[in-house]
C-alpha cells in the first residue's frame, strides 16, 4: 500500500499563555481552532500538520486585548 499524505494531529498542553501586549498570564480559555503550519514534505510523502490552537482570555482589565491566541515557538507567529 503506497501512502501519498501524511496527517499529523497536535494541540498544546501548556497551562495558559501571556497576553502579548501587557503580557498577563492567562489560564482562560475562550475556544480553540485549527490551525495548518506549511506543509513540509518528508520521505517524498506531503505531510499536513494540523495543528489545534487555543485563543485565551486576557485576564487584565486595562488591557485593550480582550482575546488573544497561543504561539508556538519555533513553529507558529502571529498573522503567520
Not at 21 to 35: E, T
Not at 54 to 59: D, E, G, Q
Request: glycine residues 10%; charged residues 20%.
Amino acid at each position: 500500500m503506497n501512502i501519498a499524505k501524511v496527517r499529523v494531529g497536535v494541540r498544546c498542553t501548556a497551562a495558559g499563555a501571556s497576553c502579548p501586549r501587557c503580557g498577563a498570564w492567562s489560564a482562560q480559555v475562550h475556544g480553540s481552532y485549527p490551525r495548518f503550519p506549511a506543509d513540509v514534505p518528508s520521505a517524498g510523502r506531503s505531510v499536513v500538520l494540523q495543528l489545534r490552537v487555543r485563543r485565551f482570555t486576557c485576564r487584565n482589565a486595562e488591557c485593550g486585548r480582550r482575546t488573544f491566541v497561543e504561539q508556538i515557538r519555533g513553529l507558529t507567529r502571529r498573522h503567520g
